[in-house]
């Protein structure tokens, strides 16, 4: 066994009057896993699991979750250690490197997302392409296919030279994010700044201007640092799924992180922090009637959801979101701003957890549930909402795609299926058709 599992012995499956044992897996926080590799080979089975709820599809070092506690850590260091003491940049290093950086690692790595952090001048003009009112994330997914174009010298050798690829892209994933804000409000670029931190430099790209010079705010920096952080890997979620999958087929990390992007432009993954906004918005401007919305949640016949509730494997509390609404709290009282829309957020989940609905399904608020009233209180514009989450989960992406590439038990993602289509049947020409 090539990773760090232990046997927890075997699974008797029993198919007409064959009995076939299964190994049991053990992970090194105790979860434990039913190894199938081999079902389909031996028996002509294969299992169904729509959503892949109950599906291992690899081992990873990078992230515990425990769903059932609330849980959370990236290479064995908990996400409430991670955000109340280190950089983004120190989070970034940790998921790439499997460890924290020592004070000269720090240095060095912080060097290099400034040398890198331009991009190519001939990309600035792709963002003329884009129509007025483009989506950002559509903007982003499309920027990022295209720098393995204008970086192609590294594709050959990814692993070799993945800390230069990991920096290039979390640098330059910043930089297109804030000009893709700037090209939006029709306002000249704003470069970037060696001497600025990765947060501080990030902002000042996408607030300065040159008849309102930008004054950095450091309640602002730290929330958004914080914000990044929270972000920053969420194992086998949807769009690091998708990383993983794409590359599977051997494909650029480039293009393997453009496909996340867009898996988590989705409204019930990354995207939920757009709509979180946008429906307490909706409920602020129909006079905060939010009763009506815990109402038409509960309704099986309204395709209606309670945005940022709910999760695949958190059935307690989100410890992300925890941090987040105390960081609400603090950053808005910081800013001394009052937002209606945290009074909402907050009555919405007080009913909610009180809810019998919601407390059978276990239906707590998720990361998305908050985050975006900081983002607002900080001058995000909503639709960059889920822009910012992709600038967080990058190094996540990164890390996965880098441990899947060099993983030995590696193979092309390509799950199988149960055909219910009509059966084997003859040709019928075109002029003997019905109708
Ligand atoms: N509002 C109302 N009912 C809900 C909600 C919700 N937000 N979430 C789940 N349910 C109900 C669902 O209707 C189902 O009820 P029933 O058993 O009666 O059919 C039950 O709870 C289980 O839901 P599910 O759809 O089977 O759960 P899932 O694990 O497939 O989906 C989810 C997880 C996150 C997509 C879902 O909870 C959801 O749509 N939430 C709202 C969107 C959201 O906030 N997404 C962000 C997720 S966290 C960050 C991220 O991944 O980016």
């Given at each position: 066994m090539p990773y760090n599992y232990t046997s927890g012995g075997t699974a008797e499956l029993k198919l007409g009057d064959a009995t076939y044992q299964l190994p049991i897996l053990v992970g090194t926080e105790g979860e434990k896993a039913v190894d199938i590799?081999?079902?389909?080979?031996?028996?002509?089975?294969i299992t169904l699991d729509s959503g892949f709820a109950n599906t291992g599809s690899c081992a990873s070092s990078i992230t515990f979750l425990d769903g059932e506690h609330g849980i959370l850590s990236y290479?064995?260091?908990?996400?409430?250690?991670?955000?109340?003491?280190?950089?983004?940049?120190?989070?970034?290093?940790l998921l790439a490197h499997g460890s924290l950086p020592t004070r000269q690692e720090l240095t060095c790595f912080s060097h290099m997302l400034g040398k890198y952090a331009l991009i190519h001048e001939d990309m600035i003009r792709f963002f003329d392409g884009f129509p007025a009112n483009s989506p950002p994330m559509a903007i982003l997914s499309s920027m990022v296919n295209s720098l393995?174009?204008?970086?192609?010298e590294m594709l050959d050798n990814p692993l070799e030279n993945i800390d230069k690829m990991a920096a290039r892209l979390i640098s330059k994933v910043r930089t297109i994010a804030a000009?893709?804000?700037?090209?939006?409000?029709?306002?000249?670029?704003?470069?970037?700044?060696?001497?600025?931190?990765?947060?501080?430099?990030?902002?000042?790209?996408?607030?300065?201007?040159?008849?309102?010079?930008?004054?950095?705010?450091?309640?602002?920096?730290?929330?958004?640092?914080?914000?990044l952080i929270l972000h920053g890997d969420h194992e086998q979620n949807c769009s690091t799924a998708?990383?993983?999958?794409?590359?599977?087929?051997?494909?650029?990390?480039?293009?393997?992180?453009?496909?996340?992007?867009?898996?988590?432009?989705?409204?019930?993954?990354?995207?939920?922090?757009?709509?979180?906004m946008e429906m307490l918005q909706l409920i602020h401007n129909e006079g905060g009637n939010y009763k009506k919305y815990i109402e038409r949640?509960?309704?099986?016949?309204?395709?209606?959801?309670l945005v940022g509730f709910g999760h695949r494997v958190?059935?307690?509390?989100?410890?992300?979101?925890?941090?987040?609404?105390?960081?609400?709290?603090?950053?808005?009282?910081?800013?001394?701003?009052?937002?209606?829309?945290?009074?909402?957020?907050?009555?919405?989940?007080?009913?909610?957890?009180?809810?019998?609905?919601?407390?059978?399904?276990?239906?707590?608020?998720?990361?998305?549930?908050?985050?975006?009233?900081i983002y607002r209180a900080i001058g995000i514009p909503t639709n960059m909402f889920t822009v910012m989450f992709a600038l967080g989960r990058l190094p996540g992406w990164?890390?996965?795609?880098?441990?899947?590439?060099?993983?030995?038990?590696?193979?092309?993602?390509?799950?199988?299926?149960?055909?219910?289509?009509p059966r084997r049947r003859p040709f019928v020409p075109l002029d003997q058709r019905a109708g």
């Open positions: 590799r081999k079902l389909r080979a031996q028996t002509g089975y290479r064995g260091y908990a996400i409430e250690d991670l955000a109340e003491h280190c950089s983004f940049v120190e989070v970034a290093y393995c174009s204008f970086y192609p000009f893709s804000y700037k090209k939006s409000m029709g306002q000249p670029l704003v470069y970037p700044r060696h001497d600025l931190s990765y947060c501080a430099n990030f902002l000042n790209m996408m607030f300065d201007s040159p008849v309102q010079p930008y004054v950095i705010n450091d309640t602002v920096v730290a929330a958004l640092n914080k914000l998708t990383v993983r999958v794409a590359g599977s087929a051997r494909v650029n990390l480039y293009a393997s992180i453009s496909a996340g992007i867009n898996a988590l432009w989705g409204p019930l993954h990354g995207g939920a922090n757009q709509a979180v949640a509960k309704d099986p016949n309204d395709p209606f959801r958190y059935k307690t509390h989100d410890p992300r979101s925890r941090i987040i609404k105390k960081a609400c709290d603090d950053v808005l009282a910081a800013l001394n701003i009052a937002d209606p829309l945290l009074d909402i957020a907050k009555e919405l989940e007080e009913v909610a957890l009180k809810d019998s609905y919601f407390v059978e399904r276990h239906l707590y608020p998720n990361v998305d549930f908050y985050s975006g009233i990164i890390a996965h795609w880098k441990e899947m590439w060099d993983d030995p038990d590696w193979r092309i993602s390509r799950p199988r299926q149960v055909y219910v289509g």
